[in-house]
């Protein structure tokens, strides 16, 4: 029995970040990864897709190249071209994570883990089982695509995210079920690429979780694309058709029958708690994920989880800084979640990033809420780089003018949100916003009008 | 040339200090800025810093010594000076850096008055003209900032530093504050980098609304502040915006006494809590509530909403003063799971740690006063909520059963329902099902 100051299992982004906070504290760390360093993120998830909507988007402005004055051939997608380009990025990334765990000290182990005693954990890898003795164990396995109970959901030519990764050829027509951040990115992905592509969300509004007018502005823009959306509209059944998939989908207008070469499933994560013996430990988990308290302990003295095996939000940026804060906490030292500036980014075209309160939620809340809008086609730098679609929403409440919450749909949007982010974490006001000097020309400048708007004095809107 | 040490004065209050132990020997030498000893006062520990380089000449005041403030303990200079009478040569003053964490208070009033009634000529001070008016203007000495110009130079820029050395907030706790009469150097933050927040804030405002009324005397005048005057807007809000009417019933709860006590018995070990009446009853109105949904609506403008999700709230009495945690959809969720959420809230409310979405959202509350022998009364709705039920107590009485008469377990129910929103027979309705279920709990299982 090998002994280790903190084992942690899963290399994602909350296993490798915990690994490296804990060393940087001075702990002697053993990082057991099953499959491959830097999780679904950096493999077959946040980190691929971007590589391939990166190169979506070279195609996509090739196309409109002559708006700029730029002359160029009708461009063609090299698909094969753009997956070892994703390949390259991915390779790149994971041997960056490999290199900093060793940097700090980490060993890192392969092979599947799970909980064998108090304090112990077995790892089944390439030298047989061997057992490592902790007094502190962290669990940081991840998720899985959920598959939907539905008829032909196994069959071939049905997908999830993974698979859609790893495509050999573009498919003519494409399926996406599910309107979440991962079926409107490979919408968006697959609908550039000239895929003709069919969106399905069973409740009312793409994007649900987000703000109501994010929804609404993403499903204009893709069906601009040319792509079909159907919300409030459930798949039964997909059946092996001639040569193509038939997905019977039943919406407000009844039954609706859609072919296409390939279906992806991207209706969710679910977390990956099997065969970690946390029954035999005593963690309490149920199917949302294994339950933590706020410094990410679970119901064992000694056992944290962080990341998607905790379900909730499921993003990455929330599991790294929960892996910093079981690090810290579990070393001694004092830590807790905060969940109430959380960013959340969906990579379709444009862009759509949110943190804090929708506008709704702020309602329901019980504040007396302030909204100010400003559209990218009042904003000099939107115009002069040609991407005028979208706005910026700033959710504020009366009392104290405290930022509630930050919504932005368009080019950029997910590095503009981080303002709001800062702004909820030092819990900005709309003074603040309002005083702050936004460079010109930039993006950031529809932020500062959507705060003075929100405060009743935009300058550069048109007075109504 | 000689220079003489001298005992600091560290603000108007302070008269005297004991030097606490001298850390240069006569005869060592030493450089400007070094600490030559450290003294006492009834705030702090200091160190008191060589005001020139040379040798320490003499001491004159021992370990142990209590010296009035600006008295000469001390001569630096070099070997051959002739050492002057105490009240001669130049004196420099000595800077300050405090130990104890006591001293800033004590620092930040240090005393323009330096010198007087000493004998003693005031310690002179190396600092630009705008850092002089700068300490004027905010009524500091000088001889409590550190410089940070040429040669130690006292410059503006160390007198707003000093002067700023307050606690860190954020805008919006400091906006809090000051409406809610709070003083931030009072608070310990618990935001980023130990900055206050919010939340401190209102911990803070609650602290001090629940501890006001336990020190108070007669005659006293407590400010309205912090919970205090948040449930006072809110139910004075509700008094007047609402068309409050409440119906009462007075419910068979045998069974539910007799399942509360045997899901205690049966589960209070394995749980490690004790299912409770109001675990119950959360679960109970949030069925009742998901079967009318008339009821978990809200007014909104000129159109009512109803609201999809049934999150409960259990008014709380707490040391900080009423509070309402509430538990987020209680329709989906276990009698167990009820108890242990509601217990975590309870605790977390109780000790002013509660979650930004812990005491708000809610869409029904329910408010216990069964344990103060309370029968029927007619609660404030919580707005911007439809109605409240308020819970009295349960005890035995006689009641006709199948005409005879027989003791059983009575609970009189008070439903206050806003009458804007639903009429008295669709809220009647209502309070039927609840004691419906009341008096058949096994119901929640159909």
Not at chain 1, 343 to 360: D, H, M
Not at chain 1, 399 to 410: E, F, K
Not at chain 2, 233 to 238: I, K, L, N, Q
Request: proline letters at 5%.
């Amino acid at each position: 029995m090998m002994p280790t100051d903190l084992i942690v299992i899963g290399g994602g982004p909350g296993g490798y970040i915990t690994a490296l906070r804990a060393a940087q504290l001075g702990a002697h760390v053993t990082l057991v990864e099953a499959e491959y360093l830097g999780g679904v993120c950096l493999n077959v998830g946040c980190i691929p897709t971007k590589a391939l909507l990166a190169s979506a988007e070279v195609y996509h402005v090739v196309s409109r190249s002559a708006e700029f004055g730029v002359r160029a051939a009708k461009p063609e997608a090299d698909w094969p071209a753009m997956q070892a380009r994703k390949a390259d990025v991915v390779a790149k990334l994971v041997g960056g994570v490999r290199m900093l765990l060793g940097r700090a000290g980490v060993d890192v182990v392969e092979g599947h883990a799970h909980l064998s005693g108090p304090g112990t954990v077995a790892v089944d890898g390439a030298g047989g089982m061997q057992t490592w003795a902790a007094p502190r164990i962290v669990i940081a396995t991840g998720s899985s695509p959920l598959t939907l109970p539905i008829a032909g959901g196994d069959l071939p030519g049905v997908l999830d995210s993974t698979g859609a990764l790893a495509l050999e050829a573009l498919p003519a027509s494409l399926l996406v079920v599910g309107g979440g951040a991962v079926g409107l990115e490979f919408a968006t992905l697959f609908a550039t690429l000239g895929s003709q592509v069919t969106v399905v969300e069973m409740l009312p509004r793409l994007a649900p979780l987000a703000d109501a007018d994010v929804g609404d502005t993403l499903r204009t823009a893709l069906l601009l694309q040319g792509a079909k959306v159907h919300v409030s509209t459930k798949i039964t059944a997909i059946e092996a058709g001639r040569g193509a998939l038939r997905a019977r989908l039943q919406g407000p207008q009844g039954e609706v029958i859609v072919e296409a070469d390939k279906a992806l499933l991207a209706t969710g994560r679910r977390p990956n708690v099997a065969g970690l013996g946390l029954e035999a430990a005593g963690v309490r988990y149920d199917r949302r994920g294994i339950q933590v308290n706020e410094h990410m302990a679970t119901s064992v003295p000694g056992i944290y989880a962080v990341g998607d095996v905790t379900g909730g939000s499921m993003l990455a940026h929330v599991a790294m800084h929960q892996g910093a804060v079981a690090a810290e906490s579990s070393l001694g030292h004092k830590a807790r979640m905060r969940y109430d500036a959380v960013p959340s980014c969906i990579f379709a075209r444009p862009e759509a990033a949110s943190v804090g309160l929708t506008e709704q939620a702020a309602r329901e809340q019980g504040y007396d809420v302030r909204v100010g809008r400003f559209p990218f086609n009042g904003n000099g730098k939107a115009i002069a780089q040609g991407e005028v679609d979208g706005f910026i929403k700033v959710v504020a409440e009366a009392r104290y003018g405290a930022l509630l919450g930050l919504h932005i749909v368009g080019a950029h949007a997910s590095d503009l949100v981080l303002e709001g982010a800062l702004g909820l974490t030092l819990e900005m006001t709309l003074d603040e916003l309002a005083a702050t000097i936004h460079p010109h020309p930039s993006l950031g400048e529809a932020l500062a009008e959507a705060g003075l708007a929100a405060l009743g004095r935009p300058l550069h809107l048109p007075k109504s | 040339m000689i220079r003489e040490v001298i005992l600091p004065q560290l603000g108007e209050t302070m008269n005297e200090g004991t030097i606490v132990r001298w850390l240069v020997h006569e005869g060592d030498t030493v450089q400007k800025g070094d600490v030559l000893f450290q003294f006492e006062t009834d705030k702090a520990v200091l160190d008191a810093e060589a005001p020139a380089a040379g040798r320490l000449l003499k001491i004159l005041q021992p370990q142990g010594a209590r010296v009035p403030v600006l008295a000469v303990v001390g001569f630096i200079g070099e070997p051959g000076d002739v050492l002057p009478s105490p009240s001669g040569g130049q004196i420099v003053g000595c800077a300050l850096h405090p130990i104890g964490a006591a001293a800033r208070s004590g620092a930040t009033s240090l005393s323009p008055a330096v010198g007087e009634g000493t004998g003693v000529r005031a310690p002179r001070t190396f600092a630009s003209p705008r850092a002089r008016r700068a300490a004027r203007e905010r009524g500091l000495d000088l001889a409590g900032v550190t410089g940070s110009g040429p040669g130690g130079r006292i410059i503006q820029a160390d007198v707003l530093a000093f002067a700023g050395a307050q606690p860190r907030a954020t805008p919006l706790a400091r906006k809090a504050a000051a409406e809610a009469g709070v003083d931030l150097s009072t608070l310990a933050g618990s935001g980023p980098g130990g900055r206050i927040v919010r939340a401190d804030v209102d911990q803070a405002g609650a602290v001090e609304a629940a501890a006001a009324p336990v020190a108070a005397t007669p005659g006293e005048i407590i400010p309205m502040a912090g919970v205090r005057a948040r449930i006072a807007e809110r139910m004075a809000a509700s008094a007047r915006e609402t068309a409050c009417v409440t119906l009462t019933s007075d419910v068979d709860a045998t069974r539910l006494v007799e399942l509360r006590t045997r899901l205690k018995d049966a589960y209070a070990e394995a749980l490690g809590y004790a299912i409770g009446y109001n675990d119950l009853l959360i679960a109970i109105c949030a069925r009742a509530l998901r079967e009318h949904p008339l009821v978990n609506s809200r007014l909104e403008g000129d159109s009512i909403r109803m609201i999809e999700e049934v999150h409960v709230g259990l008014a709380v009495d707490t040391e900080r003063g009423l509070l309402v945690p509430v538990v987020r959809h209680a329709d989906r969720l276990g009698v167990a799971e009820i108890a242990r959420t509601v217990r975590d809230l309870v605790a977390r409310a109780r000790e002013g740690r509660s979650g930004p979405d812990e005491l708000k959202g809610g869409t029904f509350t329910i408010t216990n006063l069964g344990a103060y022998g309370i029968d029927a009364f007619t609660p404030i709705i919580n707005l911007p909520e439809c109605a409240i039920l308020g819970v009295g107590r349960i005890a035995p009485q006689p009641a006709v059963v199948d005409g005879e008469i027989a003791v059983r377990q009575h609970l009189w129910l008070s439903l206050t329902f806003d009458h804007r929103l639903v009429d008295g027979a669709p809220a009647a309705r209502f309070l039927q099902r609840i004691a419906r279920l009341i008096a058949e709990p096994y119901l929640l299982l159909a």
